[in-house]
């Protein structure tokens, strides 16, 4: 007896390559839609409010939220946007 696979995997069974599963692909997807969401509004906050005492706190927010997004498309790879401290002063 022949068995669909395909249909096995999509109704939660497991698939036969070995592959993420579909639900883990779009939880990794709306995870990093999430991240760059967050990203992009502690950018606008960066450099519309450069003088709130917030500053600081979203810097250091979008640093370590750039990481998390950057760990999770592609673990064994590094940022390629590191923050200096020109960055830092001037332009986020």
């Excluded at 409010?49 to 250091?60: A, D, G, I, K, V």
């Excluded at 592609?74 to 002063?89: F, I, M, V, Y």
């Amino acid at each position: 007896m022949a068995t669909d696979t395909s249909r096995s995997a999509a109704y939660g069974g497991p698939a036969i390559s070995g592959g993420p599963s579909l639900e883990a692909g779009a939880e990794l997807a709306q995870t990093l839609d999430r991240l760059e969401a967050r990203m992009e509004a502690l950018q606008f906050s960066l450099r519309t409010l450069r003088t709130s005492p917030r500053f600081e706190l979203w810097w250091h927010d979008l640093r370590e939220t750039r990481e998390t997004w950057y760990g999770l498309v592609d673990p064994d790879s590094q940022d390629p946007t590191p923050e200096g401290a020109e960055q830092h002063r001037g332009n986020p």
